[in-house]
């Protein structure tokens, strides 16, 4: 059986697993817990191409929110640390070395996230080595921070499009979000539509300069208070 998404083709045959595992020993398996789930995100960023996909889960990890970004934007990030007796699902994605170097720019590089060595087990019960991502301690909060509302929302969707555990997806359901405040609100009226832009250490200068200037200035003064 195969569930059809327009980034890659998202495979649950035990068969196909094993093939493409031995058939393609120079490709590279990255294991997609966060917003990188949903399919129109995984295919709008760096313009990925993932030869396939797999529903799986990560035994004694867990998925945590402790990757600082903007306190009053975007709080934190998707990262998995270790926790024993614990479980993140997500999709196995394979992809060439150089569309997984394009993965790892388009998260900020080497300065936000580490590159894990993790064993993932399929829906079906297969293992598969993969890297997955875990926030750098320099940029890792003490406790975790609830996301947004935005970012949960990608990962809630891409849950569902992608087939895994309903007892997951209720899980995801269950979590709380950070509330932006009215003038939070107020400010991405005037910033650009992707908070990750503001994030991403590759954020261009420049441009961040421009969007500022024509910013009233009073609006971000008080933006630091919210």
Not at 97 to 111: D, I, M, Y
Not at 204 to 214: L, N, T
């Amino acid at each position: 059986k195969t569930l059809f998404s327009d980034s890659c083709p998202i495979m649950t045959e035990i068969s196909k697993v094993d093939s493409s595992i031995d058939q393609n020993q120079e490709d590279i398996w990255n294991f997609a817990f966060g917003s990188n789930l949903h399919p129109e995100k995984l295919k709008g960023r760096a313009n990925l191409k993932v030869k396939e996909c797999f529903p799986g889960k990560l035994k004694d990890w867990r998925l945590a929110f402790n990757l600082r970004g903007i306190s009053w934007l975007e709080p934190s990030m998707a990262g998995v640390e270790p926790a024993p007796g614990d479980e993140v699902h997500g999709v196995l994605l394979r992809m060439s070395p150089e569309e997984f170097r394009k993965l790892v720019l388009s998260e900020g590089e080497n300065h936000t996230y580490r590159q894990v060595e993790v064993e993932v087990e399929t829906y079906q019960g297969n293992k598969q080595k993969a890297l997955a991502f875990s926030a750098l301690d320099s940029r890792k909060m003490p406790e975790d921070k609830p996301p947004t509302l935005r970012y949960l929302e990608l990962i809630r969707t891409g849950a569902r499009l992608r087939g895994l555990a309903p007892d997951y997806i209720s899980r995801l359901d269950s979590l709380e979000h950070f509330e932006k405040g009215p003038l939070t609100q107020l400010c991405l009226l005037y910033t650009s539509p992707s908070p990750r832009d503001h994030f991403n250490s590759r954020f261009d200068p420049r441009r961040h300069s421009q969007s500022a200037s024509s910013t009233p200035a009073k609006v971000l003064i008080f933006l630091v208070k919210d």
